[in-house]
């Protein structure tokens, strides 16, 4: 038999006896970083009111902003804890890549807490009372003061993006109204009270650019006995 004069590699490898088969073989890939923390998932909560029963904030809004915003940060938070999980067990993680993750923990755990704190206090009627309108006149001089001062902190949101909150704060003893501009800021030593979501998802659907409107409208349905039940538990933290 005549030797090819011009083998391929196949052949000449063939020829020094590897095996073909050797040729396709794959180096195993390194195993994927695995946790050893089994994180448990954030439980979406179901609004604690019938939104068909609201005045002047239709079920539409309502809906769409518990499914979308409320929920949707849920679903994102949890996603960003299994992540991080992975990667504190990989320890060649750049930090600036944990870093980011850490960032879209913040803001999403805070938009659950903040939407959590503000479907609960929608579902009543009426005005502050007993303990609670007692504490605001401390803090405001009256309830009229302190309302005014909270919707024009709410007023210079219109338009944007944030948060009104009336918090008590445990290192001043007081109460007070803080503007946020998105859901990772918060008052330092501040527990938050009344919560008012000022992003446009919270009322464009019924009102538009009236952000003014959609105010008035959640001070008709606030629930004023879970405000001050908060206020409460906060001074005997």
Partial sequence: MKSNPNPTRR???????????LLTAQAPAPPAPTSTTKITPFEIKPLPFDPAKLTGLSERLLKS???NNYSGAIRALNNVRDRLAVLRADKDTPAFLYGDLKREELIRRGSMVLHELYFANLGG???PGGSLAEALKSSFGSVEAWEDDFRKTAASLYGGSGWTVLAWNHHTKELHNYWAGDHSQSAVMGT??????LYEHAYHIDFGAA???????VFANAHWDEVQRRLEQARKA
């Fill in 125 to 127: 009627s009426g005005r």
């Fill in 65 to 67: 902003h518990w499914e």
């Fill in 211 to 217: 952000a003014a409107r959609y105010v008035d409208a």
């Fill in 11 to 21: 052949e000449a490898l063939a020829a020094a006896g590897i095996a073909p088969a």
């Fill in 192 to 197: 938050p009270l009344f919560v008012l979501d």
